[in-house]
């Protein structure tokens, strides 16, 4: 019986060592994956004919899209001048005329036949675009687009992702969204943790710009159609140890929004464990293709955890 004790407490213990120095190996891999995201590798131009293509999705935005495109075009006029500039709109399958109006107002529009949801809209647009460097913004212009060529900037200097951030401590909110609004978003940056490894502000800001070739890396591989895609969106940037860059912003919130705070929010929970099945099933892996079409390096090259996994 005393052998028998003797032996349990030895498998304890060499156990108890197994599982310190596997968590030691993930601490140092969480680590690893860290630095990746606040590092900027050295890349060459990124693939595109323009230099920046500002992808919006639109659903019912008739009487206000034509407006958001006109305004797109006039404040990155500079940007237009020096390298060129589309503007795509993706029409989730609207019904009030949203294409038409944006068509009429200078932009390239891609229609769906019936609303897929913003994520679903994003993926189209960012997988249709022509720029080197990608950006999506809403469509009621919450964040001014005076801001964007900041972001472009960013990427152009060798940021892989650069998102903007309504928690920064250099944002500004000149138009406060409504009380309900505000504690929904909190509410989903802490759900948030049950799929992502780093330490985000703010992972729902409507603003977000990529390199192109990053840009179609990511959305190749994205799944959710909702507003969760966001979330997806980062967890993809450190499955594959992207650099990222989190900025303020100015906020002109909308009181039209077509959010609606508790439907969405249930959807986008939904969403959140959906994201977490499909990691821990290998959906997200790349392949040998991805990473030669893509030009980024392998996950293996740089070191760190493969998220959830």
């Avoid at 034509?66 to 060129?84: C, F, K, N, Q, S």
């Avoid at 989730?92 to 019936?114: K, W, Y």
């Avoid at 212009?141 to 920064?168: C, F």
């Avoid at 929970?269 to 293709?289: K, N």
């Amino acid at each position: 019986m005393a052998r028998d004790r003797l032996g349990y407490a030895g498998v304890a213990v060499v156990s108890s060592v197994v599982t310190a120095a596997a968590l030691s190996r993930w601490m140092r891999g969480l680590s690893s994956l860290r630095s990746d995201l606040v590092r900027r590798r050295p890349r060459g131009e990124a693939p595109g004919e323009l230099r920046l293509t500002v992808v919006v999705p639109a659903y019912a935005e008739g009487g206000r899209i034509g407006a958001t495109v006109r305004r797109l075009t006039a404040e990155l006029d500079t940007v237009a001048a020096y390298g060129g500039l589309e503007v795509l709109v993706v029409d989730d399958g609207s019904v009030d005329g949203t294409a038409e109006e944006a068509e009429a107002a200078g932009a390239v529009v891609v229609r769906h036949a019936t609303n897929r949801g913003k994520g679903a809209a994003v993926r189209t647009g960012v997988l249709a675009a022509r720029g080197r460097t990608v950006v999506f913004t809403d469509a009621d212009l919450a964040y001014a687009p005076d801001q964007i060529p900041g972001l472009v900037e960013l990427v152009e200097q060798g940021w892989d992702v650069v998102v903007g951030s309504r928690r920064h401590t250099d944002t500004t909110t000149l138009v406060r969204a409504r009380r309900l609004r505000e504690i929904g978003g909190r509410a989903i940056n802490v759900l948030t943790r049950a799929v992502l490894l780093g330490q985000y502000r703010d992972t729902q800001c409507g603003l977000k710009a990529f390199r192109s070739d990053v840009a179609r890396l990511i959305f190749t591989h994205t799944r959710v159609d909702g507003f969760a895609f966001d979330v997806e969106v980062f967890h993809l940037v450190e499955r594959y140890h992207l650099s990222l860059a989190e900025v303020p912003v100015r906020v002109e919130n909308s009181a039209s929004s077509t959010v609606r705070v508790a439907r969405d929010a249930l959807r986008l929970v939904r969403d959140l464990f959906r994201v977490r099945q499909w990691s821990t099933e290998g959906l997200y892996d790349l392949t040998a293709d991805d990473l030669l079409e893509g030009g980024v390096e392998p996950p293996a090259a740089t070191g760190g955890p493969s998220p959830l996994k």
